[in-house]
Antibody, heavy 117, light 113 residues
Framework: QVQLVESGGGLVRPGGSLRLSCAAS????????MSWIRQAPGKGLEWISY????????YYADSVKGRFTISRDNSKNSLYLQMNSLRAEDTAIYYC??????????WGQGTLVTVSS | DVVMTQSPLSLPVTLGQPASISCRSS???????????LSWFQQRPGQSPRRLIY???NRDSGVPDRFSGSGSGTDFTLEISRVEAEDVGVYYC??????????FGGGSKVEIK
């Protein structure tokens, strides 16, 4: 069955960096766009980034553009999110998700990122 | 940017009664390829979201048939024919027609009276 397992979350100070990873299994990774979606505590869902099957298409929401970098390693069935210059408003659960036919098929369980001094 | 507006924000429902959630988009979600990319997601308390409906009215595998989606253009509806306790949670619509900026609605919370 499809599994998306995020890791790398934690507590970081404002201005710091963090790298999230997502290990995918149970499907053909190279058939899917992959995305990161976040959810601030008690709030709704926000797309922040997605990446094409061959890393040829990249998208960033304005809220993270210039600070976050999405990447993937198809040889390892893995998705990454490098987060720099973190701010308090980046505090959220970060979900890894598949994106195909303009919808999200599968979600990971999420990893919590807390930005606080 | 396409704005997705859901209503109501909160929906108290009696067990066994129907529930209906509206989702309106600021632009038509009809794509030039003939499809309309509107999806619905359920997020139970403490869980990740899961998709219920894609392309307006197609139920995902394993989704009970009490869930149905309808609509066109800018107006869409998710209906639960008879609410069960396990349906408690927040429901989100999402548009996938207007790339690159894919957007979610703000969410509608279903709770039991």
């Amino acid at each position: 069955q499809v599994q998306l397992v995020e890791s790398g979350g934690g507590l970081v100070r404002p201005g710091g960096s963090l790298r999230l990873s997502c290990a995918a299994s149970g499907f053909t990774f190279t058939d899917y766009f992959m995305s990161w979606i976040r959810q601030a505590p008690g709030k709704g869902l926000e797309w922040i980034s997605y990446i094409g099957e061959r890393s040829d298409i990249l998208y960033y929401a304005d809220s993270v553009k210039g600070r976050f970098t999405i990447s993937r390693d198809n040889s390892k069935n893995s998705l990454y999110l490098q987060m720099n210059s973190l701010r308090a408003e980046d505090t959220a659960i970060y979900y890894c998700a598949t994106l195909r036919y303009s919808s999200i098929d599968y979600w990971g369980q999420g990893t919590l990122v807390t930005v606080s001094s | 940017d396409v704005v997705m507006t859901q209503s109501p924000l909160s929906l108290p429902v009696t067990l066994g009664q129907p529930a209906s959630i509206s989702c309106r988009s600021s632009q038509s979600l009809a794509h030039s390829d003939g499809n309309t990319y509107l999806s619905w997601f359920q997020q139970r308390p403490g869980q990740s979201p899961r998709r219920l409906i894609y392309q307006v009215s197609n139920r995902d595998s394993g989704v009970p048939d009490r869930f149905s989606g309808s609509g066109s253009g800018t107006d869409f509806t998710l209906e639960i024919s008879r609410v069960e306790a396990e349906d408690v949670g927040v429901y989100y619509c999402m548009q996938g027609t207007h790339w690159p900026q894919l957007t979610f609605g703000g969410g509608s919370k279903v709770e039991i009276k």
